[in-house]
């Protein structure tokens, strides 16, 4: 026992501080018959001494191990420093000094040793269970020490140094069993501590299958004095279990194994006990509880909270909109009795005025005739009493012209008979701020409006000089587009869609542009609001007589697609109330703001509609009719100086078409310039127009001025209009081909576009000057007149040609957005205002979707539950499975919402883009919104799969890896909507999401 101790004390003298050196001479001195295992056991310094030894071991080789486990271990040292800490309990260390005789430093493996096991465990990726050959351990020297749980000794004359990464100390000494709490793997000679969480007891060797329990080793064959030994390996439990603290137990260390008790659970590799949430539902050594009821709980409160949200959220728009209906009826109503009052106070003013002269024709007799019988002495009374009564009636008269003029004044205070007449403050309506005086002022304005259009029928501009002197008329910006040989040639195929078009938009004027399918109507359309893309323009436009750039004008222009763009998840007023807010100008008051809102919505006849959903294909909304007047009220509303429309009038039957035309008509009198694509317009719409652009295919001109003149210049051509029919189809039919033209007459359909320049002395190209063959094939193939045209083109250079036209086209689109010049005196709302529009019309969006959401929602759970129950939590592979489908479910469930995102409303951005909105303002608003559903969505997986899965990790983690998975995955989806048609988007993602 002697030489034990002072292994012992050469021991601690290299590990322990110097007053821990002064107490163990201490102690050894006073143990005359000294124990070692008393000493060991009793004196907490030997512990201490060794976890130092053993937690200082990983400079070495943390470099590497973090390489090798950095996406699961963050910090080397500390994680090891955790799993070798035994200072808790050190009952093995105390067994295996007694055991070895104080000879432990010379069986534990150095630095180097442990780096050489590790890396010969790395690089076998944990198949093996022995290493490579080494110093002790080779086909030269192979000693019992070399076996599966065994080691041997360094011998007292070495000095091991336990931090020595390079060399390998000689260990061929005293070969025996690994002690308990250690394990010794095959083909080294050292001894390595089991890590907290496993459990290395002395194997025992099962007779019937030879192997060494619980261990799968076998003692080496021909030596019957090799014992079994302690453990052999230590390794990821995917590897090898064998030295785990087993399911149902725990083990406080390494060589102690407890039964789990009744209201606990513990899972393989437990040093403690986990509590229970409910005591009942553990029994004694459970593996697992059940918390499957909680995920209901869970699930239950969730949509409990949700529904109370959506149901509180709707009351809250419910009542919203009640409250603006009957403030905006209260209003409306308000202002038909004062123009009720008006027309009465009219009435008794005609009747005032015709008592008036009856009476003063009748005094005007009785005076005479007093006059001639009077005395040359009159009464003084008598002329008192004349005189009197003409006071009487002076004063009458003068109120009743000041209650007149103060009713026609100011008609929106009009009060019927019952007006006060005196001074009162005068509140102006544009200054209102509550939503009664905003709805009163802009009903009472449409009201006087309606009486001004009364007295002038005709709604020249003759009639509308007394609208004009009001102060509240705001008058807008004229634009005059003049052109000149304006052309349009496709930059890839060279093909001409316009050719030498030539004339003046007016403004105050409405133009219909007319011609058979292929002319470019649209197309000459899109020139002139600077939209034609992938083309190259020639010619000239001039806007009020300058070179300037139509698309610097884009703010007060008006562009009406001929597909209808409308939001069908909104109301009608609130489309037009977005648009209002977005490209008004930023410092017009509300109140105004609601007065062209209304006067839109009154001119379009929608206030039947006007609290009514729009509508989507798979929700029934408005009438067709109704949802083309909404797409040309989504341009009115921002009042355009020019307003282009591509066949408004298409899908509408007649008494919508004049109730559109004339709502046209009244915004040309406030001087717009309006110009539209129409087809097979009736007489009655045809009369309405002022001018008429007739273009033949090819984009060639035909005809360019007004109505009233059209029908005499195709008659000076010899082309008379038959009776009864409508003179723009038959001049259609004969640009089609379809009807000829009388035989006695020498111009045919082919010429017209050349009389029609030599006309007006306009400049004719050479090619239409060719012959009568050219011109035939140039007007049939569309206007390509250019000799050895498309004929000879071959098929790769016209899809060559095709593919330039698209990238020209994008081009265009791109830098018509990206112009930021501004010649239209507009300041719409910046980027937070317009955040602030669009993020309250996307929250009311999401609300209205409520029910595609939920469906979200329960896929969710329902992938949750699935995948939670199928991919039960294995200790062999800590839920790497249903990890990975997870990570497969919920990216391409969030990634499809994603998608829906932007997919389904990119045509509505592109005409909002279009138009100067921010495109920086709508992003963020989808992105902010979405961020519910980046909250939300891990939640209602979790709720189910961590419940029935119940994995190792706690839900909080779980929840904020979810939650960036979510975040990177919606990221994903919407770059693939704004890059992908939707089709081909959800298709990308699905292959994504199964790689």
């Known amino acids: 026992m002697g030489m034990a101790a002072v292994l012992l004390l050469s021991f601690l003298l290299l590990a322990a501080p110097a007053a821990a050196i002064d107490i163990l001479r201490r102690s050894l001195a006073a143990q005359t018959k000294g124990d070692l295992a008393s000493i060991t056991a009793g004196n907490p310094l030997v512990a201490n001494a060794m976890n130092d030894r053993l937690k200082n071991l990983t400079d070495a080789f943390a470099q590497q191990m973090g390489k090798e486990f950095h996406y699961c271990i963050k910090d080397t040292d500390d994680e090891w420093n955790i799993a070798f800490n035994f200072s808790t309990d050190p009952t093995f260390l105390s067994n295996c000094m007694q055991a070895t005789d104080g000879d432990v430093p010379q069986r534990v493996c150095t630095a180097a040793e442990m780096k050489f096991y590790f890396e010969s465990f790395l690089d076998s990726n944990g198949r093996k269970n022995y290493v490579r050959p080494n110093k002790n351990c080779n086909l030269t020297s192979w000693m019992d020490g070399c076996e599966a749980g065994w080691a041997c000794s360094a011998g007292p004359d070495q000095n091991i140094n336990l931090q020595d990464a390079v060399n390998f100390p000689s260990r061929t000494l005293d070969c025996r069993g690994c002690c308990a709490g250690f394990f010794c793997p095959h083909g080294l000679t050292c001894m390595i501590p089991c890590p907290l969480g496993a459990y290395c007891p002395e194997s025992t060797l099962n007779k019937t299958t030879g192997i060494c329990d619980p261990y799968n080793y076998q003692p080496p064959p021909g030596k019957p004095n090799h014992t079994c030994g302690g453990a052999d390996r230590w390794a990821d439990v995917v590897s090898t279990d064998d030295v785990f603290c087993p399911a149902g137990f725990y083990c406080p260390s390494t060589i102690k194994k407890l039964s789990c008790s009744s209201g606990f659970y513990c899972r393989k590799g437990s040093t403690s006990q986990t509590k229970c949430f409910h005591k009942g539902s553990c029994k004694p050594n459970s593996v697992n509880q059940d918390i499957t009821i909680f995920g209901a709980l869970l699930v239950g409160a969730l949509s409990l909270v949700l529904l109370i949200i959506y149901n509180f959220s709707g009351q809250l728009l419910t009542n919203r909109e009640k409250k603006q209906a009957k403030s905006r009826e209260a209003a409306a109503r308000h202002a038909k009795e004062t123009a009720m009052a008006r027309e009465r106070w009219k009435s008794a003013k005609d009747v005032a005025k015709k008592h008036a002269v009856g009476l003063q024709s009748s005094l005007s007799r009785t005076f005479s005739r007093k006059k001639t019988l009077r005395t040359h002495e009159p009464s003084k009374g008598a002329v008192e009493t004349d005189v009197e009564p003409s006071k009487g009636s002076g004063e009458k008269k003068s109120n009743l012209t000041d209650m007149m003029r103060s009713l026609e004044e100011n008609p929106e205070k009009g009060e019927g008979f019952n007006v006060e007449i005196g ?444 995948l939670g129950t199928l991919a039960k939590v294995s200790d062999e592979t800590f839920g790497a499975l249903g990890y990975t489908y997870t990570v497969i479910a919920v990216s391409l469930l969030c990634k499809i919402g994603a998608l829906r995102s932007f997919s389904l409303e990119k045509i509505h951005y592109w005409r909002e883009r279009a138009s100067g909105m921010s495109s920086l303002a709508y992003f963020m608003s989808k992105d902010t919104i979405d961020h519910f559903n980046t909250i939300i969505k891990p939640i209602v997986y979790l709720s189910m799969f961590y419940f029935f899965n119940n994995p190792r990790s706690s839900i909080w983690e779980n929840y904020v890896v979810l939650v960036a998975l979510v975040y990177c995955v919606t990221g994903i989806g919407y770059t693939f909507a704004i890059f992908f048609q939707p089709g081909s988007a959800q298709l990308v993602s699905g292959q994504r999401c199964f790689r």
């Open 423 to 866: 001074e009162k403050k005068k509140t102006k309506g544009r200054h209102a701020h509550t939503q009664s005086q905003i709805f009163k002022y802009a009903y009472g304005q449409i009201e006087k409006e309606k009486a001004m259009e009364q007295q002038n029928k005709n709604l020249t501009f003759s009639g509308v000089i007394s609208m004009a002197t009001d102060e509240d008329i705001r008058t807008r910006p004229r634009i005059e587009i003049a052109f000149k040989d304006l052309t349009l040639t496709l930059k890839g195929s060279k093909k001409k869609l316009l050719r030498s078009v030539t004339g003046k938009l007016m403004p105050g004027r409405v133009a219909a542009v007319m011609g058979p399918s292929g002319a470019g109507k649209t197309t000459f359309l899109s020139a002139i609001a600077g939209k034609a893309t992938g083309c190259e323009t020639t010619g000239m436009v001039l806007i009020n007589g300058k070179m300037e750039p139509i698309r610097a004008y884009k703010k007060i222009i008006g562009f009406v697609p001929q597909d209808d763009i409308v939001h069908g998840n909104l109301t009608v007023q609130e489309n037009l109330w977005f648009n209002a807010r977005c490209r008004l100008s930023a410092d017009m008051s509300k109140a105004d703001k609601v007065l062209v809102v209304e006067r839109v919505i009154e001119a379009l006849g929608l206030q039947a509609v006007r609290d009514s959903l729009v509508g989507t294909v798979e929700q029934r909304g408005i009438s067709g009719g109704q949802r083309k007047r909404v797409n040309v009220g989504l341009e009115m509303v921002m009042e355009p100086s020019v307003l282009i429309l591509d066949e408004p009038t298409s899908g509408l039957d007649s008494s919508s078409s004049l109730l559109l035309l004339r709502a046209l008509r009244r915004e040309a009198l406030e001087g717009v310039n309006i110009s539209m694509v129409v087809h097979q317009p009736s007489y009655t719409l045809y009369k309405m127009f002022d001018d008429l652009i007739l273009l033949a295919k090819g984009g060639l001109t035909v005809y360019h001025g007004p109505v009233k003149k059209v029908e005499e210049y195709f008659s000076g051509l010899g082309i008379v209009v038959p009776d009864r029919v409508n003179p723009p189809d038959y001049y259609i039919d004969i640009l089609e081909g379809i009807v000829k033209p009388n035989a006695n007459v020498a111009v045919n359909a082919k010429d017209l576009p050349l009389r029609w320049m030599l006309h007006n002395g306009y400049e004719v190209p050479r090619d239409m000057l060719q012959s009568g063959s050219d011109a035939e094939s140039s007007f049939r193939g569309g206007g390509d007149l250019t000799p050895g045209g498309d004929t000879g083109q071959s098929i790769a250079g016209e899809v060559w040609g095709n593919v330039k036209d698209i990238v020209g086209q994008k081009k265009d689109e791109y830098d018509y957005n990206k112009s930021s010049q501004n010649l239209s005196n507009r300041c719409t709302p910046g980027i937070l205002r317009q955040y602030k529009y669009y993020l309250g019309r996307c929250g009311k969006q999401r609300l209205r979707e409520a029910r595609i959401q939920g469906v979200d929602y329960l896929i969710l759970g329902l992938a949750g539950i699935c």
